[in-house]
Structure formats: structure tokens, C-alpha cells
């Protein structure tokens, strides 16, 4: 890593401070878009369990010979609605509750991603304090970073960002593959390759 041509051998502890403290705030950003999208979808699960009662209540008034809209109602005795629109009704009772089922498993999945992001945002935090108050100089707090993002697999949540654990398993790998064209060192770029195929 000293002869690294990036220059990020030349960051200051307070570099990666600085960008623990970003990561945290890009997971927190995340973790505010996903809970407004659960909220969303239980707004919707909401309507749509109205939208149900509503509808068994629809039912429950036709068969006590009540009369309802449905076409399917004329020419009966008043003892229920048509068998046809009895089971129009019914389908589309199933077919919301089915609706509801899959939007509580979505927002269910969201609110564990969501305690996932805001973990990694706290160790980010707690991390940043760790190298401002321990860590030797910038290269101490590069590994020590390195070294956390490799066993949080922190590359998974940031999509759209490259993390430094993903950039020096990168630039290691350029390293091997230049040794081994020199000849030298064959089977020194084995171990970047896997841990960045791992975490992509």
C-alpha cells in the first residue's frame, strides 16, 4: 500500500473520519426512503382492508335479502344476490386479500432491511470515533477500515457508491496482475480477486 500511485497513502485519519461518517449518513438517507415506502404501502394495505370489509359487508346485507346494484338481483325472491355476481364478488375479495398478503410480506422485508442499514450507520459512527481517538495515522485508519467494510460486507448496500474496501481490493488486483506479467509472484492475486466477487 505505500507505493500506492492514488495518493491515498497521503490521507489523514481525519479523511476516513470523514467518510465513515458519510457512509453513515447515506445508509441513514436510505433508511428514511425505505420507511416512507413502507408507509406508503400501509396506507395502501389500509384502503384495501377497507375496501374488503366493505365489500363482505356488501355481501352479508344481500344474502338477509337486502337489495343491492347487482343485475344479478332480478327475478330473485329476495333471499340473496345473483350466484354470478356472488361470485364476481368473492374473487375480487380473494383477489384483494392476496394484494394485502404480498404488501405486508413487502413492508415486513423493508423493515429488516431497514434495521440492517441503520446497524451498519451505527458501526460506521462508532467506527469514526474509534480511528478518531486510536488510529496511528492515515494508513492505520485505511486498513482498519478496510479490514471493517470487508466484514460488514458493506459493499451490499451501497449500489451506487464504491466503498474502500472495494477500491483497494481493485487496485490489489491490478497490482497481482502486473506481477504476474512480470513473472514474479504467481500466485499473489488470488485472495482480492475472491473477496471482491464475493461482496459484489
Known amino acids: ?17 470523514e467518510y465513515c461518517r ?3 449518513g447515506l445508509l ?3 433508511v428514511e426512503t425505505m420507511r416512507e415506502e413502507a408507509d406508503d404501502l400501509l396506507d395502501d394495505i389500509d384502503e384495501d382492508m377497507a375496501e374488503i ?3 363482505l359487508e356488501s355481501q ?3 344474502v338477509n335479502g337486502t ?17 354470478d355476481s356472488d361470485e364476481a364478488d368473492l374473487d375480487e375479495i380473494e383477489a384483494l386479500e392476496d394484494d394485502v398478503e404480498e404488501k405486508q410480506f413487502l413492508v415486513e422485508a423493508k423493515q429488516t432491511r431497514m434495521e440492517a442499514f441503520q446497524q451498519l450507520a451505527a458501526e460506521y459512527t462508532d467506527l469514526a470515533a474509534e480511528l478518531q481517538s486510536e488510529a496511528a495515522d492515515g494508513q492505520a485508519a485505511l486498513e482498519r477500515v478496510i479490514r471493517f467494510e470487508a466484514e460488514t460486507d458493506a459493499p451490499v448496500y451501497f449500489e451506487e457508491r464504491e466503498t474502500m474496501y472495494e477500491a483497494a481490493a481493485a487496485a490489489g488486483s491490478a497490482g497481482d496482475s502486473g506481477e504476474k506479467n512480470d513473472g514474479n509472484d504467481e500466485n499473489g492475486g488470488g485472495q482480492h480477486g475472491d473477496s471482491t466477487e464475493t461482496n459484489s
Open 67 to 83: 337489495a343491492t346494484p347487482s343485475a344479478g338481483t332480478a327475478g330473485t325472491t329476495g333471499t340473496g344476490v345473483g350466484s
Open 53 to 55: 370489509r366493505s365489500r
Open 1 to 17: 500500500m505505500s507505493d500506492d500511485s492514488d495518493g491515498r497513502n497521503t490521507l489523514s485519519v481525519d479523511d476516513f473520519v
Open 60 to 62: 352479508s346485507s344481500g
Open 28 to 30: 441513514t438517507g436510505h
Open 22 to 24: 458519510t457512509q453513515a
